[in-house]
């Protein structure tokens, strides 16, 4: 599936981190930490956003980028081959991996 992303939307694909515990127990996701920043991989970015004067300010990610972010009860997502993707706005990201 080819997805471009508009204005200043970015699809990440999730990457989990999994809690494990000492002796090797893994715990899994709860609703608890629901809204805690999470890992994911840029997989799409739109142009960037249009800014009063006209200019297009750009996208400062690429696909490919590992980013942090953090993920709310009101992130839209689209599935894609079984994985839901969430579709934020670059100003929702909040670091970029090195």
Known sequence: MNLKPLSDYIIIRPI???????FGLVLPATVENKDKIKKGEVIAVGPGKKLENGQ?????????TKVMYKEGWGVEK?????????????GD???IIE
């Open 56 to 64: 297009i300010s750009p996208i400062t990610v690429a696909i490919g």
């Open 93 to 95: 990201l909040m670091m």
């Open 16 to 22: 989990e981190d999994e809690a494990v515990t000492s």
């Open 78 to 90: 689209i599935k894609i081959d079984g994985v839901e993707h969430p579709i934020i706005q670059e």
